[in-house]
């Protein structure tokens, strides 16, 4: 491992592996500048998220650099997604601890460069700079939306279904199989759970187009479990939910192990990462809905409904309650 | 000290500290939602900056929390002065040591209140966790300029005069104040320098009238140094310039102590932290640009000026030049 001692100099290390980033945002001024200016689109409204990680809290330090650089930016364009956005770009600040080399460098670069492409965004500004402590990376995704279109969470309205993308529990569970805490698990479980965890697929093609075409009352992404994030969408809504827990969708991986252990389901249900959209959508748009969901490839369910009683109840198939320990994830 | 067993939750944190920060901006959502949304003012270019901050690295973790606040709001403002525009608004991320209890926070909050009034700015949105390392920050900040007229860095010509504001090395001195590493000092000045680096003063007023009238060729903020931050200046505008070292504008205390040991002025000129402006203004415009600096309360004065030869050169009361060992400040 090299220290720092081995990594170029700061304006080195920007022009070498930054720059080459910002290249197709023409206000990044090659981040040769202290800022960067950006001529936002007439009639859109901006929508800005930020994330701070630091490594083993957030991710694995030993995480390959590239699929760190990935998730950073996914978490964030997952954000954005709930809003219904369509990404622009991101600032960026690392922190880089003694044992960064210029190889993990070059990859991280890498990881960004292959999401850049994905998500058509580019790299606007940022600050590099050194930590005695755990490298800390954060990133700030600014996305834009028709003015007024943007997705919130206060427009759910009794009666609205409830849909769910793509499946729920993956990144809780993925998260242990990243750690090794399933060793039991076959091993293409495993890596399809850890794989979930380290890369999730923010839903942005389907959030941009319920948004533009307003069949959404309120979305959001599920970053800290949908028993949580949907509590957050009932509070800011003044409704409730009813949610059938045989509806949500699972991976045959986390449907296996909620098979061999039925308790598991509160996990799936309560664990955060997902980073999957959930959404109140009438019932006279949800044909519409499931359209934009075809047309943008994402899988999509619909798992209950809003109710008038400001209560989240989970039912089990025999319509029974189920009550959960953790109501979700938080960062403390 | 608290450890962070006697912190609020995250969400509470949020709720009493932060959210009171983010009412004056509606897309803010009182902080309630994953992403802020902004609706640009029309005919404007919007401007971004960002910083990291790690704790006795970028400010002494026993430095008062709200003072702490302050320079992070501040260095990014200054940018954003480097650039004349009009600071908006911020997302920032806190990543809280183990140390850090409910005090500390209240505290830090009035800070960034105090700055918020003072700069017309309010907080869009963020991210509160915690870390096992040192007390890490970042804000990005978002300010607007009218469209074409942010000052950039590229823009000098041979023949515009160089003005700077304020006084230059107080940073540097101030950092060494700061730390106890001027025992010499008398108290006031002592005072006065540690004052300096704990609370730049960033020329918002100044910088945004220079860009709406179009004073300036080319300007950005002296945050690494004069000497290199004129040198960028220099190699994006493709020229050089010529310092009159004796013009170079210093507060009584900096002037004192390179009057006691001469060689002290190569600290003042390559030091960091000043964040005060460097400007290019063109002969016919000094007397507009003097008066929009009367208007806006900022000292200013000139320096030298550019020129065609492609070298920046520091000149002595004799005329000859001076040679730096250390070009300015870099991150590593």
Redesign the interface.
Known sequence: MAG?GK?P???DLIARYFAPLAAKAP?A?GL?????????P?G?????????L?A???FLRSDPPDLIARKMLRQNLS??A??G?KPLGY?????LDDGIDEAWIAKFAEGLAQDQAEFDIAL???????????L?L?A?L??A?P?GR?L??NGARPGDRILVTGTIGDGFFGLAAHRGELPDLAEPARRFLAQRYVLPQPRVALGRMLAEQGLAQAG??V?DGLAADLA?MCA?SHCGARVEVAAVPLSDAVADLVAADPALIASAITGGDDYELVLAVPPDRIAAALDAARQSGTAIVEIGSFVQESRLTFLDRDNRPLAFEKAGF???
């Open positions: 720092k990594l100099g700061e304006f206000g001024l040769k500048d202290d800022a960067a200016t950006f001529q936002p007439a859109m409204e901006l929508v800005f998220t930020t994330d701070a630091t083993d809290l957030h954000d954005l709930g809003k956005a600032l960026m600040t690392t922190a606007w500004g940022g600050d590099t700079t050194s930590t005695p402590g755990p800390a954060t700030t600014i996305g939306v003015a943007a919130r969470r959001m992404d970053s957050h800011a938080t960062h403390f």
